[in-house]
């Protein structure tokens, strides 16, 4: 917890006689990140080949991908199957099974293409399906000339005047003309066709009377679709037949590409290699047992030091309790810590649901998203869906505990407050103490939207206890990194700037001499100066806005607030009261109510954990982190469809 | 003789247009402030997806002066 697991630089060195058996204990392990080998030009130290097989596997798994994606084989649970079964498959019915699918697809896209071709003709010809005249008769003509097209409407009376030697077949619908007329009058209507919008139509190369030919294209379409639906058909049933087993390929010929290709990451020379890499410190004895069996212990296994310049390329893996490890999420959302750094996973379980709960704090809500969180994360097989949902349940635990202090449930308050009547008959508020802000008196439950200056002032405190938890963890980062003295003054200086503002403060009430304050403030601003630089006092101000910010917790919780009880009323003051006869409107009112809170529980999502997240974001990790390091991910494969028998 | 009708302001009124200014300005002002900064984050965001955290951060980092904005209206009612 609060440091990532620590890491070793491990060397395999040993005879290429046994590389390809170390490459394959090393990938059954899955524990050991190759470090890729970089080659220089003068180096005696080569990059290796791939392994004989490698070429032949990637063909294979080249098809198997295509015929996946053209089958659209979809990830699912299918049992696990034998390696040795799979492998005997792949050899026997891989060829088959492609050529097969390639038939079909062919086929396919042939009906296709006739398909399209079909219909672009029937897209041409329906303008002239009310028009019944053969096709032949549009053309071929020595004295007449031939105008087909659109127009806005009848242009008979305008014909007349021009020519009384025509003939017009007109589609009143859709306003489509087929005109016959002498050539010496075609010059004259051509000038005349544009004031009708006049947009020309081609006819179709076809012989026959439109309607006739369209009706036959449609016999031929259906035709078609028929065709394809039963190839569509023929290609699910290979889906169904082989679905399994092509997952089961995928896998197995990705893992023995991988394998194939590993050498290529590998230091070589004419008869040895060298294999760099990483792995979690307290696994090094298994990486030694699992390399010296598989090689009969002719690998030489030596750990090296990582040296200040290795350490940027560490990579990273988390090292929390189970409960903690959803947060890791929202770490990898902002960036893996690096090596040297505190993880401050363990520090936002405990603030992130904190300020949640803090900003929403209504049992109602809380009830109601922690059963859908449950729900999604039965249903949704996605991990990263699952850890965001363990983490709204967090975030629910302690919203329902703040609801309970509060007293809220669905934006009602529990408890009568001085003679308004709560939801609970008879509980009242029990007043505690008086507070110095507005005459404002805390008490229990604590009603949010009466103690609004209490919660500003609370509010910002909290963001000052967040803010210099920041800063202390900034300091153990800042020591571990660069010394105790750079420490002091980077971080060390924040604390004694903020001493000095609150004994000034007090300097200011009268209770100390507010001198005192002054000078402690202003070595704190030198500290600061010596230790950021100019950055640093311009960064004063930063104090303030964002113990401020803070201030969001009451603000967006009071939005809340104000959104739950507007739809309250609206559906049980305004259009039915609770008491008054029951009807149609009872119902109505039950409506809104449902609506108005569910869109509020959608909100209560996206508001509170929006708020929470960029406190921790901007104003907590602003103070300490820096993040970036690189994801451990060790040379292997999680199996989910095959297993080695 | 002529008389001029007297009418009084409700300060209360005042006071909630006032609470209106306060969140509706700065509102206006946070998104037009992050307009740009979302745009750009989710143009590195199509370019890099790690980038959301950090993209996050700096879209949401102007909705503090609407934050303030609300503040400042539930001060003054």
């Given at each position: 917890?609060?440091?990532?697991?620590?890491?070793?630089?491990?060397?395999?060195?040993?005879?290429?006689?046994?590389?390809?058996?170390?490459?394959?204990?090393?990938?059954?392990?899955?524990?050991?990140?190759?470090?890729?080998?970089?080659?220089?030009d003068?180096?005696?130290l080569?990059?290796g080949?791939?392994f004989?097989?490698?070429?032949?596997?990637?063909?294979?798994?080249v098809?198997?991908?295509?015929?996946?994606?053209?089958?659209?084989?979809?990830?699912?649970?299918?049992?696990?199957?034998?390696?040795?079964?799979?492998?005997?498959?792949?050899?026997?019915?891989?060829?088959?099974?492609?050529?097969?699918?390639?038939?079909?697809?062919?086929?396919?896209?042939?009906?296709?293409n006739?398909?399209?071709?079909?219909?672009?003709?029937?897209?041409?010809?329906?303008?002239?399906?009310?028009?019944?005249?053969?096709l032949?008769?549009?053309?071929?003509?020595?004295?007449?000339?031939?105008?087909?097209?659109?127009?806005?409407?009848?242009?008979?009376?305008?014909l007349?005047?021009?020519?009384?030697?025509?003939?017009?077949?007109?589609?009143?619908?859709?306003?489509?003309?087929?005109?016959?007329v002498?050539?010496?009058?075609?010059?004259?209507?051509?000038?005349?066709l544009?004031?009708?919008?006049?947009?020309?139509?081609?006819?179709?190369?076809?012989?026959?009377?439109?309607?006739?030919?369209?009706?036959?294209?449609?016999?031929?379409?259906?035709?078609?679709?028929?065709?394809?639906?039963?190839?569509?058909?023929?290609?699910?049933?290979?889906?169904q037949?082989?679905?399994?087993?092509?997952?089961?390929?995928n896998?197995?010929?990705?893992?023995?590409?991988?394998?194939?290709?590993?050498?290529?990451?590998?230091?070589?020379?004419?008869?040895?290699?060298?294999?760099?890499?990483?792995?979690?410190?307290?696994?090094?004895?298994?990486?030694?047992?699992?390399?010296?069996k598989?090689?009969?212990?002719?690998?030489?296994?030596?750990?090296?030091?990582?040296?200040?310049?290795?350490?940027?390329?560490?990579?990273?893996?988390?090292?929390?309790?189970k409960?903690?490890?959803?947060?890791?999420?929202?770490?990898?959302?902002y960036?893996?810590?690096?090596?040297?750094?505190?993880?401050?996973s363990?520090?936002?379980?405990?603030?992130?649901?904190?300020?949640y709960?803090?900003?929403?704090?209504?049992m109602?809500y809380a009830?109601?998203?922690?059963?859908?969180?449950?729900?999604?994360?039965?249903v949704?097989?996605?991990?990263?869906?699952?850890?965001?949902?363990?983490?709204?349940?967090?975030?629910?635990?302690?919203?329902?505990?703040?609801?309970?202090?509060?007293?809220?449930?669905?934006?009602?308050?529990?408890?009568?407050?001085?003679?308004?009547?709560?939801?609970?008959?008879?509980?009242?508020?029990?007043?505690?103490?008086?507070?110095?802000?507005?005459g404002?008196?805390?008490?229990?439950?604590?009603?949010?939207?009466?103690l609004?200056?209490?919660?500003?002032v609370?509010?910002?405190?909290?963001?000052?206890?967040?803010?210099?938890i920041?800063?202390?963890?900034?300091?153990?980062?800042?020591?571990?990194?660069?010394?105790?003295?750079?420490?002091?003054?980077e971080?060390?200086?924040?604390?004694?700037?903020?001493?000095?503002?609150?004994?000034?403060?007090?300097?200011?009430?009268?209770?100390?001499?507010?001198?005192?304050g002054?000078?402690?403030?202003?070595?704190?601003?030198?500290?600061?100066l010596?230790?950021?630089?100019?950055?640093?006092?311009?960064?004063?101000?930063?104090?303030?806005?964002?113990?401020?910010?803070?201030?969001?917790?009451?603000?967006?919780?009071?939005?809340?607030?104000?959104?739950?009880?507007?739809?309250?009323?609206?559906?049980?003051?305004?259009?039915?009261?609770p008491?008054?006869?029951?009807g149609?409107?009872?119902?109505?009112?039950?409506?809104?109510?449902?609506?108005?809170?569910?869109?509020?529980t959608?909100?209560?999502?996206i508001?509170?954990?929006?708020?929470?997240?960029?406190?921790?974001?901007?104003?907590?990790f602003?103070?300490?982190y820096?993040?970036?390091?690189?994801?451990?991910?060790p040379?292997?494969?999680?199996?989910?469809?095959?297993?080695?028998? | 003789?002529?008389?001029?009708?007297?009418?009084m302001?409700?300060?209360?009124?005042l006071?909630?247009?006032?609470?209106?200014?306060?969140?509706?300005?700065?509102g206006l002002?946070?998104?037009?402030?992050?307009?740009?900064?979302?745009?750009?984050?989710?143009?590195?965001?199509?370019?890099?997806?790690?980038?959301?955290g950090?993209?996050?951060?700096?879209?949401?980092?102007?909705?503090?002066?609407?934050?303030?904005?609300?503040?400042?209206?539930?001060?003054?009612?």
């Open positions: 917890m609060l440091r990532p697991k620590q890491m070793t630089r491990a060397v395999i060195v040993g005879h290429k006689d046994i590389l390809e058996n170390t490459v394959d204990a090393l990938h059954n392990g899955n524990l050991f990140q190759i470090e890729d080998f970089v080659e220089e003068d180096s005696y080569k990059i080949k791939p004989d097989n490698g070429s032949e596997l990637s063909k294979q798994l098809k198997i991908r295509s015929i996946a994606s053209l089958l659209g084989v979809k990830d699912n649970t299918a049992e696990k199957q034998s390696t040795k079964a799979v492998c005997t498959q792949l050899d026997n019915c891989l060829d088959s099974l492609d050529a097969e699918l390639d038939a079909h697809v062919e086929k396919k896209s042939m009906l296709e006739e398909l399209k071709d079909v219909l672009s003709t029937k897209r041409d010809l329906s303008p002239f399906i009310n028009i019944d005249l053969d032949d008769l549009y053309r071929g003509y020595e004295s007449l000339d031939v105008f087909t097209g659109h127009v806005k409407e009848d242009i008979t009376p305008s007349s005047k021009i020519t009384s030697s025509f003939e017009l077949f007109y589609d009143s619908h859709s306003g489509v003309i087929v005109l016959f002498a050539r010496e009058k075609a010059a004259e209507v051509t000038e005349m544009p004031s009708f919008t006049f947009k020309e139509l081609k006819v179709p190369q076809l012989s026959g009377v439109p309607s006739r030919l369209i009706a036959d294209i449609e016999g031929k379409e259906a035709e078609l679709l028929g065709k394809i639906d039963a190839i569509e058909q023929d290609i699910d049933a290979l889906k037949q082989y679905g399994d087993f092509i997952l089961a390929s896998e197995l010929l990705s893992i023995e590409v991988q394998k194939s290709d590993a050498p290529l990451r590998i230091a070589t020379t004419e008869s040895s290699f060298l294999i760099d890499g990483w792995l979690p410190t307290e696994r090094y004895g298994e990486l030694e047992q699992i390399v010296n598989a090689t009969s212990s002719r690998a030489f296994i030596y750990t090296q030091e990582i040296s200040k310049s290795d350490v940027p390329k560490v990579p990273i893996e988390y090292n929390n309790p409960v903690v490890s959803p947060l890791q999420e929202i770490m990898n959302l960036g893996r810590p690096t090596y040297k750094e505190i993880d401050p363990a520090l936002i379980f405990i603030t992130f649901p904190l300020l709960g803090m900003i929403l704090g209504d109602g009830l109601i998203l922690a059963t859908l969180s449950i729900v999604i994360k039965k949704v097989s996605s991990d990263a869906i699952k850890s965001l949902m363990n983490i709204l349940i967090y975030c629910q635990i302690s919203a329902f505990l703040f609801g309970i202090l509060y007293g809220e449930f669905l934006g009602f308050p529990l408890a009568g407050y001085h003679g308004t009547p709560g939801l609970i008959p008879g509980f009242e508020t029990i007043d505690l103490i008086a507070t110095p802000f507005a404002e008196v805390i008490g229990y439950p604590l009603h949010r939207t009466h609004i200056m209490t919660f500003i609370a509010t910002v405190f909290v963001g000052l206890i967040h803010i210099n920041g800063y202390l963890v900034g300091f153990i980062n800042e020591k571990r990194k660069h010394g105790i003295f750079a420490a002091i003054f971080k060390g200086s924040w604390f004694v700037v903020q001493l000095g503002i609150f004994l000034t403060v007090l300097g200011y009430l009268g209770m100390l001499p507010i001198i005192l002054a000078v402690i403030f202003i070595i704190g601003v030198a500290m600061l010596k230790g950021e630089g100019i950055k640093g006092p311009i960064e004063l101000p930063s104090i303030l806005s964002n113990s401020l910010s803070y201030t969001r917790i009451i603000a967006v919780g009071l939005s809340s607030i104000s959104i739950a009880s507007t739809v309250n009323f609206i559906a049980f003051g305004m259009i039915w009261q008491g008054s006869q029951i149609a409107m009872t119902l109505f009112a039950i409506v809104v109510f449902i609506f108005g809170h569910s869109l509020n959608i909100l209560s999502i508001a509170p954990g929006l708020h929470a997240l960029r406190l921790q974001y901007v104003e907590f602003g103070k300490f820096e993040g970036g390091g690189r994801k451990y991910d040379f292997g494969y999680i199996r989910k469809y095959t297993e080695e028998k | 003789m002529v008389t001029e009708a007297v009418t302001t409700d300060p209360a009124g006071k909630a247009i006032g609470a209106a200014l306060a969140v509706g300005l700065t002002a946070s998104a037009y402030a992050e307009r740009d900064i979302g745009a750009a984050a989710i143009g590195a965001m199509a370019e890099n997806e790690g980038l959301f950090k993209g996050l951060i700096l879209t949401v980092i102007p909705e503090t002066i609407v934050i303030f904005g609300l503040v400042v209206a539930i001060l003054m009612l």
